[in-house]
């Protein structure tokens, strides 16, 4: 549940009336939480809108409802400036990777040095994770970028993998899911392995990152050809990067395309359906190009555009 900690800080702005977002991933306790802030004192307001990360702060929804301040589950701080008060509660998930890796620590031979990566919910994972592999004789890799909490990993940033991928020999990734992994497998060269929270498992990630390189080249190759380029910049606040869609607006001129910006908080297929758009260059979350298929046309990010 909501920690000690977040409950002081709440009680600290003396805020009653809160706005709580939620992730995807836990709204099944959307009911539990709210209750449990009941019987603390506190009137939630839950939102339901998709919460993608802490760069998804929907301050202006909190303010219309009269809230006194935003509770944002499931994340770390992003670092983005708000006249409302946040306070963020991470949710530790208590799950313990070495009863999982004790089965397949066999997969680790040959390996000497040992990157180790979580997402915000497994980071106190980490810690008996490390004393378990230094406990075999492995060297036990770890980073702290910027913002990020030691071994954190975004969706969108992978910083604390890149400062140690020189010297790991492969990484073990602790999280949930494929979109962590499938954007790190982009950020290093390494082998990295995944030990799966919500299964319980470990595996080899063998997608090809030769294969993931060449959809790029197929991407980039056919929005040469094309003519229509729609540029995305996002509402949200930490994903709103208007100097980043100027910037690919002018190259693409350049390149004789024409160019329209798009805006939207979340961007679906059915937004931009019939407006006759052949390439979208996406300037909010990087990994909105995992979604090609869906949208039905090439999608690429602004680095991508360089290129054209």
């Known amino acids: 549940m909501i920690s000690e900690q977040t409950l002081r800080k709440l009680k600290s702005l003396e805020a009653r009336k809160l706005f709580v977002q939620i992730p995807e991933g836990l709204k099944m306790k959307a009911l539990e939480i709210a209750g449990f802030l009941e019987s603390k004192g506190f009137e939630p307001v839950i939102s339901v809108e998709p919460c993608f990360g802490a760069c998804d702060l929907r301050e202006n929804d909190a303010k219309a409802l009269g809230c006194d301040a935003i509770l944002h589950i499931g994340h770390t701080d992003f670092g983005l400036k708000t006249t409302l008060p946040v306070v963020y509660d991470v949710w530790r998930s208590g799950f313990d990777p070495v009863n999982v ?122 929005a040469r050809g094309l003519k229509t380029f729609g540029i995305f910049i996002s509402t949200k606040p930490g994903q709103m990067h208007t100097d980043a869609a100027e910037n690919v607006a002018k190259m693409l001129r350049e390149r004789g395309k024409r160019v329209v910006f798009i805006s939207a908080d979340m961007l679906t297929p059915e937004k931009i359906m019939g407006m006759g758009i052949e390439v979208l260059v996406n300037t909010a979350c990087p990994r909105i190009y995992d979604d090609q298929k869906l949208f039905g046309i090439v999608i690429l990010n602004p680095d991508d555009v360089e290129r054209i």
């Open 101 to 222: 890796l004790k089965h397949e620590i066999s997969n680790l031979d040959g390996f000497g040095s040992i990157g180790l990566l979580a997402t915000a919910q497994h980071i106190d994972a980490v810690r008996n994770l490390k004393a378990f592999l230094k406990s075999r004789g492995k060297r036990v890799l770890t980073a702290k970028s910027g913002a990020l909490q030691e071994a954190q990993v975004l969706g969108c940033n992978y910083a604390n993998a890149v400062k140690i991928g020189k010297e790991a020999d492969c990484f073990i990734f602790i999280g949930s899911g494929n979109f962590h992994y499938s954007g790190l497998l982009e950020s290093v060269s390494k082998p990295v392995f995944f030990i799966n929270a919500e299964e319980g498992s470990m595996k080899l990630i063998k997608e090809s990152r030769n294969r993931l390189a060449v959809k790029k080249e197929m991407r980039i190759e056919k």
